[in-house]
């Protein structure tokens, strides 16, 4: 049966290295070598460990192993501490590379709502019945209303916090539905992206024809080449959510959703800035 004295003389080394790389206390300080080493001896520590207590070694050394490997624990899985330049990574560099690589669902969602778009600004240019036909008389009303006067005015600074609060309201709420329906193995995202691209063409095609087209028109291409692209993306983001559904390449559908997501969150995040943008 091995000793105390050579158990420890056999692996006090390691234990000595795993000490030093602890000093620096904290993951983001290292390089990724480092990392990899510490993440190695933490195995070791633990596999030493069950050893010295499946051996009966003294309690002074499986003390000492226990806080070794608690401590190793603690900055391989401490929270990652947040950062302004994560933030920053994640919009400048993970969000077009994400939407980049999933190009084939982002033109298929742009057509899925531009199309549509493009359908209801003809039809209300040429028949208010084809707007009334999309949409409520009354809203159409109000849209006419809300229109019917320029904006060289300004607005006041409460009348710009509350337009800004409804905007970032009202399209969020679309982006959330154009991406959560996708849920429904994609379905769901292709229907909202269809219905609000005809509802908004119908709404712009209906205000120009009433005769207030410059009006809605400046107000318009202000924010809207964030607010729509955003819903866009958000779309795009549920047609990959729900293929990754549809085709698991052998994975459960939770498997395949959760190997998705990290591309997902980047594109959401970046739609979600771009509505902030618009608002």
Same mark, same amino acid.
């Given at each position: 049966m091995i000793g105390r004295d050579e158990f420890v003389a056999k692996r006090s080394a390691r234990w000595d290295e795993l000490e030093r790389l602890l000093v620096d206390k904290g993951l983001h300080r290292l390089p990724p070598a480092t990392i990899s080493r510490v993440a190695a001896l933490y195995r070791v520590i633990?596999? *030493?460990?069950?050893?010295?207590?499946?051996? %009966?070694?003294g309690a002074d050394v499986t003390g000492h192993l226990d806080v070794l490997a608690s401590r190793a624990h603690n900055v391989l899985y401490a929270p990652k501490?947040?950062?302004?330049?994560?933030?920053?990574?994640?919009?400048? $560099?993970?969000?077009?590379r994400a939407f980049r690589s999933n190009w084939r +669902? !982002?033109?298929l969602a742009f057509v899925l709502f531009y199309l549509p778009f493009a359908v209801g600004i003809i039809g209300a240019l040429h028949s208010t019945e084809f707007a009334e036909g999309i949409l409520p008389r009354a809203m159409l009303r109000a849209m006419e209303e809300a229109y019917s006067q /320029? $904006? *060289?005015? #300004?607005?006041? @600074? /409460?009348?710009?916090?509350a337009m800004a609060g409804f905007y970032v309201h009202n399209n969020v709420g679309i982006a959330f539905r154009c991406f959560a329906t996708g849920i429904v193995f994609g379905f769901g995202s292709m229907f909202f992206l269809v219905y609000n691209g005809l509802v908004t063409g119908a709404v712009l095609g209906h205000v120009i024809h009433v005769g207030h087209g410059a009006n809605i028109l400046t107000? =318009?291409? #202000?924010?809207?080449? +964030?607010?729509?692209n955003a819903i866009v993306i958000a779309g795009g983001a549920g047609l990959?959510? %729900?293929?990754?559904? =549809?085709? @698991? !390449? #052998?994975? @459960?559908? @939770?498997? &395949?959703?959760?190997?998705?997501?990290?591309?997902? $969150? &980047?594109?959401? &995040? #970046?739609?979600?800035?771009?509505?902030?943008?618009?608002?």
């Open positions: 633990c596999a *030493d460990l069950m050893r010295a207590r499946s051996l %009966g070694i501490p947040y950062r302004l330049r994560a933030l920053w990574d994640l919009i400048v $560099f993970g969000f077009p +669902f !982002n033109l /320029g $904006f *060289d005015d #300004g607005r006041a @600074t /409460g009348a710009d916090a107000f =318009v291409c #202000g924010h809207s080449p +964030f607010e729509l990959q959510m %729900g293929y990754a559904l =549809v085709r @698991t !390449n #052998g994975l @459960t559908r @939770t498997a &395949s959703l959760r190997k998705r997501a990290p591309e997902l $969150f &980047s594109q959401i &995040s #970046g739609a979600a800035f771009m509505l902030l943008i618009a608002a």
